[in-house]
């Protein structure tokens, strides 16, 4: 046989602890919310922070190459001039033979 339950809780009383559930779900969702939000800020962060970095030491390193590439292209430029100077029959040889090659390669035909 089926037996009728008496409770002593109100149809009410579950529904106000019911709503206090509820809220209190809320208030964790938001609190979780906020602390992935956090969360993301602060990779962000760390990301902008290691690609700022990186680009200095690329930017740092091209400086570095490129001082270098200046230094090997004046010394180059003085060792020709030593040699222009040393041996001056054989730079004007050199320079007429070059003249004349690059003029028969690039002349009209």
């Given at each position: 046989m089926?037996?009728?339950?008496?409770?002593?809780?109100?149809?009410?009383?579950?529904?106000?602890?019911?709503?206090?559930?509820?809220?209190?779900?809320?208030?964790?969702?938001?609190?979780?919310?906020?602390?992935?939000?956090?969360?993301?800020?602060?990779?962000?962060?760390?990301?902008?922070?290691?690609?700022?970095?990186?680009?200095?030491?690329?930017?740092?390193?091209?400086a570095?190459?490129?001082?270098?590439?200046?230094?090997?292209?004046?010394?180059?430029?003085?060792?020709?001039?030593?040699?222009v100077?040393?041996q001056?029959?054989?730079?004007?040889?050199?320079?007429?033979?070059?003249g004349?090659?690059?003029?028969?390669?690039?002349?009209?035909?």
């Amino acid at each position: 046989m089926a037996q009728s339950r008496t409770t002593d809780a109100s149809p009410q009383k579950d529904i106000d602890q019911l709503s206090e559930q509820i809220a209190t779900l809320r208030q964790d969702i938001s609190d979780i919310s906020q602390t992935l939000s956090g969360l993301g800020r602060s990779s962000r962060d760390a990301a902008s922070e290691q690609a700022r970095q990186k680009a200095a030491d690329l930017r740092d390193a091209g400086a570095r190459q490129m001082h270098n590439a200046q230094y090997r292209a004046e010394e180059m430029g003085q060792q020709a001039a030593d040699q222009v100077r040393n041996q001056p029959a054989a730079a004007v040889g050199l320079a007429v033979g070059l003249g004349f090659l690059l003029g028969f390669m690039t002349g009209r035909k």
